[in-house]
């Protein structure tokens, strides 16, 4: 990559560089295994200019979101995520009453698991989702979904149709578009010239700061730090008016920007997170260089602990088939020799295999009817969820293990974890 895709600008430095790996929703059918299977390479660097961390787009979104693996609704923590924030947003846009003219618009909607609580308020909304299975899966919950990509042009029709939005929601899409300028041009014209825009995406400050590269996928194009997610907002006419800092994903920032002309002065909260992020170096290369190195560390722990396993006839599978789990999986070269299977409540990946890898996934019971030794848990960020979930692993004396931020292998007591 010669150029900064936010800022032009030439000057690129590297941070990590994964190889290469299939795109990380890519999962395959029994049929495709004998197929070739592409990948690409997944270098993360940054703009020494705006300090935007980027991988070059070598695949569009059209390739990744036209058909989608990933249903919002099957992760129980993210619906109630969803449900507080429609409670808190609608309140800050001045929105929550039933009745008025008001209009939600939610760009990414998936499979309407946040806008099913705005139908329920009697809000008028509209999801704008490229995926045709899942916004079909909105559609049927009764959220009026539109299937489209954002744009520029998109914005426009759908406000020229519906009237300009009160509360426009870009819950982790912002990351996900090679076209960062005319992603946020389309915000800006779905908005009201007085509304809000809120924005939910990973912060780069804990990814870097907690070793979270397996967030680092070819579905994420870039990696905000609030720095720079300021410049990419003022690319399309908005500003960063307050933050905050969120643990989902491992840690992510909520931005909430308004159109120019209206927004005002930022928040105290924004002028504190800009501070810690000074304080962490990410305004300077020294806060981008030990990142490899520590990220090399977590692949080896990771491959020494199943090396050792397998050695004593342990037996270890593992749990969710998240994107985030395709990248570490593929970066550690992880096979069916040292992890058997991997479960996931999604029932569109029940049968198939993990990309590159090529794992089986089962259905989540198969784990109560095998008694493996552990669960290797790659959806670690839902950590304090799944730990529930798994809590029967602690009948046949089963451990989980979680990756990331270091290796980490815990006894399940009944509904208790201790280290």
Request: with cysteine.
């Amino acid at each position: 990559m010669t150029r900064c895709r936010l800022c032009g600008s030439e000057a690129m430095a590297s941070v990590v560089d994964l190889g290469a790996t299939p795109p990380c929703e890519s999962f395959l059918s029994a049929d495709q295994l004998d197929e070739p299977e592409p990948a690409y390479p997944l270098h993360l660097q940054v703009c020494t200019d705006c300090w935007l961390a980027q991988i070059p787009p070598l695949i569009t979104p059209e390739e990744t979101f036209k058909e989608y693996a990933y249903f919002s609704s099957f992760s129980t923590s993210w619906v109630e995520h969803a449900r507080t924030f429609v409670a808190d947003a609608v309140q800050r846009a001045g929105i929550d009453a039933e009745g008025s003219d008001a209009f939600v618009v939610e760009v990414a909607s998936n499979d309407g698991y946040l806008l099913k609580h705005v139908v329920d308020r009697g809000i008028r909304c509209l999801g704008i989702e490229p995926s045709v299975n899942v916004g079909a899966a909105a559609r049927d919950k009764g959220v009026p979904t539109l299937t489209e990509f954002l744009s520029p042009e998109t914005g426009s029709a759908v406000r020229a149709e519906h009237g300009p939005a009160n509360l426009v929601v870009a819950n982790n899409v912002y990351a996900h578009i090679p076209d960062v300028v005319g992603f946020t041009q389309g915000l800006r014209a779905l908005v009201a010239d007085d509304g809000w825009v809120s924005i939910e995406v990973q912060h780069l400050l804990t990814l870097i700061e907690e070793n979270q590269y397996d967030t680092i996928y070819h579905e994420h194009f870039q990696y905000y730090t609030v720095a720079s997610a300021i410049q990419a907002l003022a690319s399309g006419g908005l500003t960063l008016v307050d933050v905050e800092l969120l643990p989902t994903h491992g840690g992510s920032i909520r931005l909430w920007s308004r159109p120019a002309e209206v927004a005002g002065e930022p928040t105290q909260r924004v002028a504190d997170v800009l501070a810690r992020e000074k304080a962490a170096g990410l305004q300077e290369l020294s806060g981008y260089t030990e990142f490899s190195a520590r990220v090399a560390k977590v692949r080896r722990d990771l491959l020494k602990f199943l090396i050792e396993a397998a050695e004593r006839g342990e037996t270890v599978v593992g749990y969710g088939a998240p994107g985030k789990g395709n990248t570490l999986l593929n970066h550690c070269g992880i096979r069916p020799d040292l992890l058997a299977y991997t479960v996931d409540r999604n029932p569109y990946k029940h049968g198939r295999f993990t990309p590159g890898t090529r794992i089986p996934i089962l259905p989540p019971e198969q784990i109560a009817a095998d008694k493996p030794d552990y669960v290797l848990v790659l959806p670690w960020n839902l950590r304090a969820e799944l730990t529930e979930q798994l809590s029967f692993v602690h009948e046949w004396g089963g451990r989980l293990v979680f990756p990331i931020p270091e290796l980490s292998v815990v006894e399940v007591a009944s509904r208790k974890v201790t280290a």
